[in-house]
């Protein structure tokens, strides 16, 4: 799809996109959301930027290989498994820090780690294959 309107308004649709994604992700553990949804909404935002633009400003744009970050990802999800064995419970058990920033209590938990480590897979991996997918490189 080559249209003028589409290319002037697919950079700011991805944007939107990948902000809501990340919204998803961070009110997935207690309500419906999480990181796979989250993942897969973020990267249709980045399939669109890479329909209306192309796929090598698409590449560009991400800054990082899509390939890497689903390894990130995978890293990340499997540190929050291990998290716990070091506080002699069982592998993936939630664990649980509660740190006081300016008055307000913010929490951190071993699901909302493995929750990132999932967004950034499933958005490295599905961007992977939407960006190959659109190319028309014979060599990627």
Do not use: Q
């Not at 329909?51 to 890293?75: D, L």
């Not at 993936?92 to 897979?121: H, N, Q």
């Amino acid at each position: 799809m080559n249209t003028v309107i589409f290319r002037t308004v697919a950079p700011g649709i991805a944007a939107l996109m990948l902000v809501f994604s990340v919204f998803v992700l961070l009110r997935g553990h207690n309500e419906p959301g999480g990181g796979f949804i989250g993942g897969l909404i973020g990267a249709s935002g980045l399939a669109v930027y890479g329909i209306a633009c192309g796929v090598r400003e698409a590449r560009k744009a991400m800054v990082v290989h899509p390939i890497t970050i689903a390894g990130f990802g995978v890293f990340i999800a499997a540190i929050s498994g291990l998290l716990p064995l070091f506080a002699e419970v069982p592998f993936l058990t939630g664990l649980w820090w509660i740190f006081e920033l300016e008055g307000r209590e913010i929490a951190l938990s071993t699901p909302l780690i493995f929750d990132i480590g999932v967004y950034a897979a499933v958005v490295g991996a599905v961007s992977t294959i939407a960006l190959t997918l659109e190319s028309d490189e014979e060599h990627f």
